[in-house]
């Protein structure tokens, strides 16, 4: 009768320890953060520039009590983030890490791949949904392009600053917000919208043209052709310069939502849309659709 009580108790328990076991696996499948600052996991920060970094992240957490970290990576599989996605390490390693404080779940990680000069924001749950666009814009006008001319500290030291002005503040305020308040907002910027009427350019592109314009369409969360794609010029180019670009995607199906940024290329006849007061987003099919926000194939 032992025995079979054991037994039982044993069976019932199983699921429970079981979930608890893979839990706790799974949290410990990434590494502990190397301090509650910055985690330089890449190497890209000499001790100089790590230990002003680490001051401007402390300075901030004891001016506005929001703990912001930041992480570097060699590629994603040094952090065990093999076929995981730029975000989701992101928002793994934010749970895994703890980030934040015990009563507001206001905590933010800047996790930063220096092998694909890729980066990425994750918010507490606490942030509404507009600060995903101004994290966005964060990496896009402060931290990306710096990252990509190899001027690592600087750009995380001025992402780092305006998180604090453009996402910190503005949310311990509380007052309502837009995505591109407070940002600088290059002249004559506009939204491109790609809608769903494919049909109409089917006859001027032909089957090829459409197909891979469908192919946009296409949500990558759950397969619909219900994509929506909206680009918007954060910095206009110029003879000596690339532009960059924003394309937010959602899909009205699932819900998805991400933000691509995209390098844009000088032209000659940006140049003369400019003279006439008008600048358009010259991205071109196959641009900024797969690189995810902030990366680069």
Known sequence: MTILRTLTLWLFLSPFLAGQAGAEDAAAAFPD?????????????????????SRILAETQDQTGVQIVVATADGLDSLNGKDMRLEELG??????????????????????????????????????????????????????????????????????ILARDMLVLPFQKGDPIGPTDGFETEEGSSFLRIGIGAVGILGFLGIVGWRRIRAKRVCPNCGAPTLKREQEIITAP????????????????CGFVDRQSYPIKFSSSMADQNRGGRFTDPVKDGDGGDRGFGGEK
Do not use: M
């Not at 980066?119 to 942030?127: K, Q, S, V």
């Open 33 to 53: 953060p190397l301090s509650d600052t910055i985690s330089d996991f890449a190497g890209a920060l000499n001790a100089t520039e790590e230990g002003r970094i």
């Open 91 to 160: 928002q793994a390693l934010f749970n895994a890490w703890g980030i934040g404080g015990k009563k507001h779940n206001d905590g933010i990680l800047i996790l930063i791949d220096t092998s694909a000069h890729d980066a990425r924001i994750t918010l507490g749950a606490d942030y509404p949904a507009v600060y995903d666009d101004r994290a966005a814009r964060v990496l896009a006008t402060a931290l990306l392009p710096k990252l990509r001319e190899g001027r690592t500290a600087e750009g995380v030291e001025a992402g780092i």
């Open 238 to 253: 110029n003879k000596f310069q690339l532009g960059l670009g924003l394309q937010h995607l959602s899909c009205s199906n």
